[in-house]
């Protein structure tokens, strides 16, 4: 089926003419339209653009006169617009000119984009189709995408199971085959964590690799935008396009080696054989690690040692500390930066007509749900004057020490290595209840933002129940700016373990009978 191929295959095929832009964009909506409708939808999009076909046919036009031409004008017209015809997934929190975004909140109840992000902005120029809006966890926050106004994305695998978050829309929507590739937000995990639920590959790059212009903040200093996609080269192309300066993100920054994920290709037997990999003991260790993913991760260490790489263990102590340092970060910018929506500046007014006072409370009550609320009310009372010496300086010091550390271990390591998350997909509502439990999903994946670090979860395996097999993810984490070196480990994977980042497969559990990848 045409929207179960690579984003290469997919421009080979409107190159030739053997298929359309628009034949695939319909492939997609009449994908969604068809689980939509279903007992239980996947509740991935929200919304389908209804500008995405017309865009295809544009698309279609361009191709066509090109081939008419001759092969020499379809090459520089994909040299000009890379990505002509592909159709992408957009998180709920990144602007797209002329449609809704929301965050999944009701606060932001009606609220249309005046301009394109950044991020959008590029793939559009490059001929990429933003095919609709996607669920989230509200305003990103949470690890399930159980927190969403709009009533919680379920995992395309077993639909009895969360996808992940807060980016489980579009990862779901990935996965189930109505995108051929997603945009996600991360703070603290929110693409890999969703990546490793659902099976597919999930890239949080380095800070301000790309740009956060028209992203809807939760914590600025951890925000970053990510990808998430069936290859590596599904990841590379894109990245390809969005990375680079821009004048809008003074936070933003240029990606040494881009032209190399053009044409991603894996690592070499030599390379492989100089390829030291750190494996942080805490994690190896920690308490909760589910016995599955514990297996893949043994297995996935055994194929680098295959490939002649050599892995040792580390200590870092301070990882300990990580995901505490995290939430007092997050929380506290949190606070401040949804204190814009307030029913005056920004939001979806409430007013009882009794004073400011009243229309701020009852704004922001019954705006926003009870897990944004609670992170808000903890971030309040961590820039407190009584708590903001002791509590969020505190986090801060942890913070330029994970830093410093990690940055310290790349000067004898080229890799970490560790699974994405210490336990596979957990059903609908096992958690919700739960924050503390809830938080702890993001156990081994907080250091990577708190260090500014860039990260690719692969899909290594998967659960040994047979009743629901369910993907296991690991990541690769490397130095700042070493994205191509990442994705390049990444392709090796891939080149080894074909279409494992293909779960869902002619409809089917890709885990399972005749399909499942080993």
Same mark, same amino acid.
């Given at each position: 089926?045409?929207?179960? +191929?690579?984003?290469?295959?997919?421009?080979?095929?409107?190159?030739?003419?053997?298929?359309?832009?628009?034949?695939?964009?319909?492939?997609?909506?009449?994908?969604?339209?068809?689980?939509?409708?279903?007992?239980?939808?996947?509740?991935?999009?929200?919304?389908?653009?209804?500008?995405?076909?017309? $865009?295809?046919?544009?698309?279609?036009?361009?191709?066509?006169?090109?081939?008419?031409?001759?092969?020499?004008?379809?090459?520089?017209? $994909?040299?000009?617009?890379?990505?002509?015809?592909?159709?992408?997934?957009? /998180?709920?929190?990144?602007?797209?000119?002329?449609?809704?975004?929301?965050?999944?909140?009701?606060?932001?109840?009606?609220?249309?984009?005046?301009?394109?992000?950044?991020?959008?902005?590029? +793939?559009?120029?490059?001929?990429?189709?933003?095919?609709?809006?996607?669920?989230?966890?509200?305003?990103?926050?949470?690890?399930?995408?159980?927190?969403?106004?709009?009533?919680?994305?379920?995992?395309?695998?077993?639909?009895?199971?969360?996808?992940?978050?807060?980016?489980?829309?579009?990862?779901?929507?990935?996965?189930?085959?109505?995108?051929?590739?997603?945009?996600?937000?991360?703070?603290?995990?929110?693409?890999?964590?969703?990546?490793?639920?659902?099976?597919?590959?999930?890239?949080?790059?380095?800070?301000?690799?790309?740009?956060?212009?028209?992203?809807?903040?939760?914590?600025?200093? $951890?925000?970053? *935008?990510? +990808?998430?996609?069936?290859?590596?080269?599904?990841?590379?192309?894109?990245?390809? *396009?969005?990375?680079?300066?821009?004048?809008?993100?003074?936070?933003?920054?240029?990606?040494?080696?881009?032209?190399?994920?053009?044409?991603?290709?894996? $690592?070499?037997?030599?390379?492989?054989?100089?390829?030291?990999?750190?494996?942080?003991?805490?994690?190896?260790?920690?308490?909760?690690?589910?016995?599955?993913?514990?297996?893949?991760?043994?297995?996935?260490?055994?194929?680098?040692?295959?490939?002649?790489?050599?892995?040792?263990?580390?200590?870092?102590?301070?990882?300990?500390?990580?995901?505490?340092?995290? %939430?007092?970060?997050?929380?506290?910018?949190?606070?401040?930066?949804?204190?814009?929506?307030?029913?005056?500046?920004?939001?979806?007014?409430?007013?009882?007509?009794?004073?400011?006072?009243?229309? %701020?409370?009852?704004?922001?009550?019954?705006?926003?749900?009870?897990?944004? /609320?609670?992170?808000?009310?903890?971030?309040?009372?961590?820039?407190?004057?009584?708590?903001?010496?002791?509590?969020?300086?505190?986090?801060?010091?942890?913070?330029?020490?994970?830093?410093?550390?990690?940055?310290?271990?790349?000067?004898?390591?080229?890799?970490? &290595?560790?699974?994405?998350?210490?336990?596979?997909?957990?059903?609908?509502?096992?958690?919700?209840?739960?924050?503390?439990?809830?938080? &702890?999903?993001?156990?081994?994946?907080?250091?990577?933002?708190?260090?500014?670090?860039?990260?690719?979860?692969?899909?290594?395996? %998967?659960?040994?129940?047979?009743?629901?097999?369910?993907?296991?993810?690991?990541?690769?984490?490397?130095?700042?700016?070493?994205?191509?070196?990442?994705?390049?480990?990444?392709?090796?994977?891939?080149?080894?373990?074909?279409?494992?980042?293909?779960?869902?497969?002619?409809?089917?559990?890709?885990?399972?009978?005749?399909?499942?990848?080993?």
């Amino acid at each position: 089926m045409i929207n179960e +191929l690579s984003i290469n295959e997919v421009l080979e095929g409107f190159s030739s003419g053997k298929f359309t832009c628009t034949e695939l964009v319909k492939k997609s909506i009449d994908t969604f339209e068809q689980d939509k409708n279903s007992s239980i939808p996947l509740n991935a999009f929200l919304e389908m653009y209804d500008d995405s076909l017309a $865009l295809a046919q544009k698309a279609d036009e361009l191709y066509e006169k090109a081939r008419s031409e001759g092969e020499d004008s379809v090459k520089k017209l $994909l040299q000009e617009k890379p990505l002509l015809g592909v159709p992408f997934a957009v /998180k709920d929190n990144i602007s797209v000119k002329g449609k809704k975004l929301t965050c999944s909140s009701n606060i932001l109840k009606g609220y249309v984009a005046p301009y394109n992000a950044t991020v959008t902005q590029r +793939l559009v120029d490059a001929g990429a189709i933003p095919l609709g809006r996607c669920n989230m966890d509200e305003f990103a926050m949470g690890s399930s995408t159980e927190y969403s106004v709009y009533g919680a994305t379920r995992n395309p695998i077993n639909r009895e199971y969360v996808s992940g978050g807060s980016s489980g829309g579009s990862t779901a929507a990935v996965a189930a085959n109505q995108a051929t590739f997603g945009l996600g937000t991360e703070t603290g995990g929110s693409v890999r964590l969703p990546a490793s639920y659902c099976g597919v590959y999930g890239l949080k790059p380095t800070y301000g690799v790309l740009s956060r212009w028209g992203v809807v903040a939760y914590g600025s200093s $951890l925000d970053q *935008v990510g +990808l998430i996609a069936h290859t590596p080269k599904d990841i590379a192309l894109p990245l390809s *396009v969005l990375s680079g300066v821009d004048f809008y993100d003074d936070t933003s920054s240029d990606l040494p080696n881009s032209e190399e994920l053009k044409n991603l290709q894996g $690592l070499t037997d030599e390379e492989f054989k100089k390829l030291k990999i750190a494996v942080p003991r805490q994690f190896e260790q920690a308490k909760g690690l589910d016995k599955d993913v514990a297996k893949v991760f043994e297995d996935t260490k055994a194929w680098f040692v295959s490939k002649g790489a050599t892995i040792e263990v580390v200590d870092l102590p301070i990882l300990d500390a990580s995901i505490a340092s995290y %939430y007092i970060i997050a929380l506290s910018e949190a606070a401040s930066n949804l204190s814009r929506f307030d029913g005056i500046r920004y939001g979806n007014r409430q007013d009882p007509g009794q004073g400011y006072d009243e229309l %701020y409370t009852k704004t922001r009550s019954e705006g926003f749900g009870p897990e944004v /609320k609670r992170r808000i009310v903890i971030g309040n009372y961590v820039l407190s004057e009584q708590m903001s010496g002791k509590c969020y300086k505190t986090g801060m010091s942890v913070r330029a020490r994970i830093q410093k550390e990690i940055a310290k271990l790349f000067e004898s390591y080229d890799l970490i &290595l560790c699974p994405t998350c210490p336990t596979p997909a957990f059903k609908l509502g096992q958690k919700v209840d739960d924050p503390m439990e809830m938080y &702890l999903s993001d156990l081994f994946t907080t250091f990577v933002n708190l260090s500014r670090v860039p990260s690719i979860s692969v899909p290594a395996g %998967y659960t040994s129940s047979q009743e629901t097999k369910l993907p296991v993810g690991i990541q690769f984490v490397g130095k700042m700016f070493s994205e191509s070196f990442i994705m390049k480990i990444a392709q090796s994977w891939e080149e080894d373990h074909a279409l494992c980042g293909y779960p869902i497969r002619d409809g089917k559990n890709a885990f399972s009978g005749d399909n499942k990848w080993v």
